[in-house]
């Protein structure tokens, strides 16, 4: 199993400009979440999905789109950069989301920052 | 609102020493907590996963207890070395969302 994947690595985007941060898992999992990582901030929920069709804010999901066509695709739409969006973004993935088994397996993160 | 908070934020050890990373929350409505580890750069790895019905769980040289009821939950890495230098969090998972609350993290250096 590849885990959970994302792409780019690395992006760095104009102010107003957008794009598509890419996530994938290959474990079969209901739940799949992204999250930013800031100095002092710690990690923070951006959006999650219980389910395909299912999506649902966190706490911080302004400037950002979900969608979940797919059990194995969540991508993270960025609609007009903004510099307060540079950040260390991160997609996991578990089993299920709240109670049970749900383990939850992070990506490699996509390091963007906006100019 | 739960909060996780993770003392000490950093710690430098030699290697061979036993040593205990701290996490409490405040909230003792979880369903679980969860440590990773972080390399710099790199992503979260998960190392350890707590039921809210078990005490304690175990993977080789770690071991993590929780205790609900004090809202608490301890690492002990046992044997330390230089290899396990990285970040140590935890995330509590509470609440029906699937969201994970983390802590600051606490920066281990193991020194040769």
Redesign the interface.
Known sequence: NAGVTQTPKFQVLKTGQSMTLQCAQDMNHE?M?WYRQDP?M??R?IH?S?GAGIT?Q??VPNGYNVSRSTTEDFPLRLLSAAPSQTSVY?C?S?R????GN????????TRLTVL | KQEVTQIPAALSVPEGENLVLNCSFTDSAI??L?W?RQDPG?????LL?IQSSQREQTSGRLNASLDKSSGRSTLYIAASQPGDSATY?C?A?S??????I????TTLQVKP
Not at chain 2, 42 to 46: M, P, Q, Y
Not at chain 2, 95 to 100: A, Q, R, S
Not at chain 2, 102 to 105: C, D, H, L, S, V
């Open positions: 739940y979440s002092g710690g990690l929920l999650y219980v649902d966190g706490e991160f996991a578990s299920t989301g709240g109670r749900n383990e939850q397996f992070f990506g490699p993160g | 369903y679980n969860q990773f790199k992503g979260l790895t998960s996963l969090l995330a998972g609440g029906n969302t699937g969201k994970l983390f802590g600051q993290g």
